[in-house]
């Protein structure tokens, strides 16, 4: 397996992933044009780390994130293709997460600092979250999540973070047993969305 840069010829294989993993997800209920344009915007950002896993010539997995603050910039860049894929896929509406996402984006739009959200604490320094990261369920192979956590660390390293950061769903237990193999610390317990940190520098 081996770990390099996504570049926009990977955007279409990546969705592919992206749609198989996190089936039934929000994320993956709004289709494909807004996943694609998720994935852009971390690829155009200065901010932004975006990073895949080949394995025999595939695109297995992928993992996404940028500096702390990037919402408002991402949901700005995305607001067009959202309300697209809104009207696109209507089903969307009823999904259980779509009132507190919407919320919470719309949040972002109008904040102005880069608070460290979820938590009581703030880590010193400049911190960079990830965003995104899955393995595709048809192609999962031991040791894959692994490799892109330690690979965005050493990305985030390069760049000069102090820190990284991540929510996640309090259900998603094998992406908890991930972050915890990995040396993530639990930073907010408040269910259903967990926050985990790793100083780095």
């Given at each position: 397996?081996n ?12 969705t ?39 394995f ?17 910039e991402l949901?700005?860049a995305?607001?067009?293709t959202?309300?697209?894929?809104i ?9 259980r ?11 972002s739009?109008?904040?102005k600092?880069?608070k460290?959200?979820g938590a009581?604490?703030?880590?010193a ?12 369920p048809h192609?999962s192979?031991?040791g894959?999540?692994s490799?892109?956590?330690k690979?965005?660390e ?9 820190y ?8 998603n237990?094998?992406?908890l047993?991930?972050?915890t ?5 639990l930073?907010s ?6 926050y985990?940190?790793?100083v780095?520098?």
């Open positions: 397996m770990v390099r840069r996504m570049t926009h010829n990977d955007v279409n294989e990546v592919d992933a992206h749609l198989r993993a996190f089936k039934g997800y929000l994320n993956a209920s709004i289709g494909r044009s807004y996943v694609c344009e998720f994935l852009r915007w971390f690829i155009n950002s200065p901010i932004g780390i975006s990073l895949v896993l080949e025999e010539g595939k695109l297995i997995g992928y993992v996404v994130g940028a500096k702390l603050g990037y919402n408002k949901n700005k995305l607001l067009k959202g309300i697209i894929s009207v696109t896929h209507p089903g969307v509406l009823f999904h997460h779509f009132i507190g996402n919407v919320r919470n984006r719309l949040k739009l109008f904040s600092g880069t460290f959200e009581n604490i703030e880590p320094g400049s911190g960079v979250s990830l965003v995104g990261i899955a393995i595709d192609c192979k031991k894959g999540g490799l892109l956590i690979a965005f050493n990305e985030s390293i390069q760049a000069r973070y102090n990284m950061k991540l929510s996640v769903y309090a259900i237990q094998s992406a047993n991930l972050y193999r990995n040396g993530w610390q930073l317990n408040e269910s259903p969305v967990l985990y940190y790793k780095i520098g």
